[in-house]
């Protein structure tokens, strides 16, 4: 048998005239907007982070190796201890310097990343995300990404000049630059790698930095991007105090960090939206009080009690922030699951909301965690039960002689 204080609350919700009423519904509709809001924005933010992080791992490696002294001298037999270590599933030594590249009349300043021509697909993606050409870079041969190539005009087999950063350094001495040919042209839907990065061989980097033989860092995967402070134990403990090892999150934890603090700004100032858009409940409820009046003084004359009535009212709220709940994490993920259309309609309209010049990603992410849509659905209903106290407390305080005289 249904409760009283609910029976009532159904009633109060379809007025005599109506199936519904229009206060009511507006009420819905404001909760609606308020939780849509809220899914999207954090849907967004958390694809960001997980874009972010998928394509830092598809480019850098989990863990960099760091010589203490001046370099690593013996790479390759530093390489070969670590392949044999558990969990590691790729190694290479590497060299990393800026440098200044010049096609035809265009000049640009990317880094330079040498790494071991054959272990070179063990620690990064850039080979299947090779668009045109191939992943080649034996002798001078190069991978550039898909931005540097549009902003230097570069193609297939263009040959590229590439300027010592020694020119700089030591000034008393000239370096002549490096013609490299280019192989490959990689697209990983990122901005700073796109454009930012030219792969070549160990061998063509030394030369650059003036260096015959070593390394200066060791590219090192393992078989869980996100086990990496065993790994990064595992590889500490196998080559010692002469050597030092970061793991991917140190080395971009400024990005990282950013990205949380974006997110929880992000949900405080959306979250002030949710919280006016659950007043609008509140006002319904007061609206209603003033209405029922009459009504609610003949129940308590009847013997209905306070907390009875307080209850209706509660149970009123209730169901407009349920069911505005409800709507509002349906409308949000339907936007977002037809995001990519409706960036293409304001295409269509010449309005970019998401450039990758500005945003350095190639699409807007998002990504929907169950547990924020838990949180979301149940911070709206503890503030929806607040916003519904006061008024459900005005009823249940009111003097059943007074309410009756009431016009």
Known sequence: MMPFSLFLALKYLRPNRSFISVVTVISMLGVLLGVAILVIVLSVMTGFDAMWREKILSFKPHLTVYSNGEGIEDPDGVSERLERLPGVTGVTPSIQTRVLVRFEDRMAAPVVLGVDPERAASVSRIPENTRYGRFDLHGSQVVVGVDLAVE????????????????????????LPLELTVTGIFDMGMRDFDGGFVLTSLDVARELVGETDGARTIFVMTDDAFQFARHQETVERELGPGYSVQNWTEIDRVLFNALSHEKTMMFVLLVFITIVAIFCVTNTLIVITVQKTNEIGLLKALGFSSGKIMAAFVWHGWIQCLAGTAAGIGAGLLVLHNLRRIVGWLALLRIEVFPKAIYGLSEIPWKTSWIELTQIGVFVMVFCTLASIIPAWRAARLDPVRALRHE
Request: hydrophobic share 40%; proline share 4%; net charge negative.
């Open 152 to 175: 230097l005009g570069l193609g297939l087999g263009s040959s590229l000049l590439v300027y010592s950063p020694l020119n700089v350094v030591r000034q008393d001495e000239l370096y």
